[in-house]
């Protein structure tokens, strides 16, 4: 089967670690974190994930959130969309960023190395700063 049609649906997010230059693992919205990511046949990619327990607003508006439950809310949950490319002779994905919750890489390309196995989907970023994430996925049916 090509990589694209491998790709192509809604995955679920089953685990993202991540590993500073010089420190330990760790998992940045803990081990329960949750999040899908979506390839569309068009060359889409949509990312949102989450801390799976955040505290809810006083105010059913999420315009009205004090400070606090902003700072809370954003450390918490990170999303992303845009296009994406395959350059399968490395086993890498690219994401065209168009949107985004973290403002710098709004319009940045952010690379992934990949790996697949039947349903489950692995994706690497060398370094996020100075931190290497892996975020493991399974294919949503």
Request: aromatic share 14%; net charge neutral; proline share 2%.
């Amino acid at each position: 089967m090509d990589i694209v049609d491998q790709l192509i649906g809604t995955w679920s997010l089953l685990r993202w670690t991540a590993k500073p230059a010089a420190g330990n693992l760790f998992y940045p919205f803990g081990k329960d974190a949750v999040g899908q990511i979506v390839y569309d046949a068009k060359g889409n990619v949509m990312v949102s994930i989450m801390k799976k327990e955040r505290t809810l607003f006083a105010s059913n508006d999420f315009l009205q959130g004090s400070a606090e439950e902003m700072a809370a809310a954003y450390s918490g949950f990170v999303s992303y969309c845009g296009t994406y490319n395959i350059d399968a002779a490395n086993k890498k994905v690219i994401h065209y960023i168009l949107i985004s919750s973290f403002p710098n890489w709004v319009g940045q390309d952010q690379v992934r190395y990949y790996d697949i196995q039947d349903d489950f989907l692995t994706l690497r970023a060398l370094a996020i700063g100075t931190t290497q994430h892996e975020l493991l996925w399974h294919k949503m049916r």
